[in-house]
């Protein structure tokens, strides 16, 4: 039994460096955007959130938000994985 708890210790270790990881890539690549990308990503994961309302607010049509949303989301990931697959 021994033997497994320094193993799940081990991993618990592994796991808290993997989110560190993780957030300092994704917060590299959030600092990457233009400040308004990062305010209507931030918006879009409210509660609350309304779309037509939000879409109106940055001067898009709601489908034309949809779009601009779905690019930064991918330019986002596509930031992230090219970070994390350099590590």
């Keep these: 039994t021994e033997t497994i708890e320094l193993m799940a210790e081990e991993l618990d270790r592994n796991a808290e460096q993997f ?9 590299h690549c959030l600092s990457k955007l233009k400040k308004d990308q990062r305010s209507a990503l931030k918006e ?5 959130c309304d779309t037509p309302a939000l879409a109106q607010k940055f001067g898009k049509s709601t489908t034309g938000f949809y779009q601009w949303i779905y690019r930064i989301r991918k330019n ?12």
């Design 76 to 87: 986002l990931s596509t930031c992230a994985k090219s970070l994390a697959n350099a590590m």
């Design 19 to 27: 989110d560190l990881e993780r957030e300092a890539i994704l917060q």
């Design 44 to 48: 879009m994961s409210s509660d609350q």
